[in-house]
């Protein structure tokens, strides 16, 4: 069966990227990654794209005049590169409805929080305010508004009375990584279906 060939977005570290890069490299994983774009020049993550040998580019949204624009570019590239699908890891920047919609349920977001909690920035912060005893990372389809769409896979820790935002991060971000990495399996080997507002997996 020919792999799945992906796009991964990114604006910054990169640690989903990389985490995204060993998932396809091992043996039989169904997804490859054809093109890395970060609209930051300064990420670190696309060092990882360099040391996998995959193609990456800047496109810096501040080169476009509006959102529409940066993204029609986007667009463009991300068709030219061959891929089939997008994963957005860290990638910080709202894409337009006119995106989502020529990229309907073919774009992926994780998001540190256990969605519909703590949308936005801060999310470790969030949780600790708020109190949960409970947090975690979520991988979902992207639709129009923010931070929402189909639930793919969520990953939960536990909260600990001494957490720091530092530390909740920290055990959050490992699972995110594993958490990717099965999202985009079963997205791959097409062992799912959207129904309404929900996803439902098999194998
Ligand atoms: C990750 O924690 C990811 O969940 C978050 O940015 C971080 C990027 O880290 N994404 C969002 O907050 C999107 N709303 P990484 O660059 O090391 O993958």
């Known amino acids: 069966m020919s792999k799945l060939k992906v796009a991964v977005l990114i604006s ?25 774009i970060s609209n930051k020049k ?13 193609p990456y580019e800047v496109i810096s949204h501040k080169d476009f005049a509006t959102r529409a624009d940066f993204d029609m570019e986007l667009h463009e590239h991300i068709k030219k590169s061959g891929a089939e699908f997008i994963c957005l890891a860290g990638f910080m920047r709202v894409l337009s409805n006119k995106f989502v919609d020529l990229w309907k349920d073919k774009v992926v977001n994780i998001h ?19 109190g949960v005893k409970y947090h975690g990372c ?6 129009p508004d923010i931070d929402s769409g ?9 909260v600990l009375d001494d957490d720091t935002e530092e530390t909740l991060g920290a055990r959050c971000l490992e699972k995110e990584h594993i958490a990717y990495r099965r999202a985009l ?9 959207i129904e309404g507002n929900k996803v439902i997996t098999w194998g």
Not at 138 to 143: A, D, E, K, Q, S
Not at 150 to 158: A, G, K, N
Request: hydrophobic letters at 40%; a positive charge; aromatic letters at 8%.
């Open 150 to 158: 189909p639930i793919i896979v969520q990953e939960v820790v536990p």
């Open 185 to 193: 399996r079963t997205i791959a080997e097409k062992k799912y279906k």
């Open 42 to 54: 300064t990420a670190k993550g696309l060092r990882y794209a360099e040391e996998y040998g995959v």
């Open 12 to 36: 910054g570290r990169g640690s989903n990227l990389k985490a995204l890069l060993d998932a396809c490299d091992t043996p039989n994983f169904p997804a490859e990654i054809v093109h890395v």
């Open 112 to 130: 540190p929080s256990l969605l519909p909690s703590f949308k936005g920035v801060d999310t470790h912060k969030q949780a600790l305010e708020c």
């Open 138 to 143: 979520t991988v979902h389809f992207v639709v």
